[in-house]
Nanobody, 121 residues
């Protein structure tokens, strides 16, 4: 069984900063890419940032230059440093991990429960 536990969301004023963390635990054999997605009310879930096990990083154009994703492989943890936050960044942020639970088990996506980020104007 695998769990992704997120922390760090909250309410912040425009221009402020927040740092999200997501720790993966359980029967993890190999952890591939980890990332953050977000979903605002009435909108589809969208990719925010993603980092592979080889540290290849991708950002959504709307956050590039403001958000920074990083990971600690020893802790199976991914972080999202969010600076210069805007009201349009308000959403539920979900952690995602692509991992395998065994040598012969396929890789699949796992999701955290989500953490609310609210940016006031």
């Amino acid at each position: 069984q695998v769990q992704l536990v997120e922390s760090g969301g909250g309410l912040v004023q425009a221009g402020g900063s927040l740092r999200l963390s997501c720790a993966a635990s359980g029967s993890i054999y190999r952890l591939n890419a980890m990332g953050w997605y977000r979903q605002a009310p009435g909108k589809q879930r969208e990719l925010v940032a993603r980092i592979t096990s080889g540290d290849t990083i991708a950002y959504a154009p709307s956050v590039r230059g403001r958000f920074t994703i990083s990971r600690d492989n020893a802790k199976n943890t991914v972080y999202l440093q969010m600076n210069s936050l805007k009201p349009e960044d308000t959403a539920v942020y979900y952690c995602n991990a692509d991992l395998s639970t065994g040598q012969y088990s396929p890789f699949r996506d796992y999701w955290g429960q989500g953490t609310q980020v609210t940016v006031s104007s």
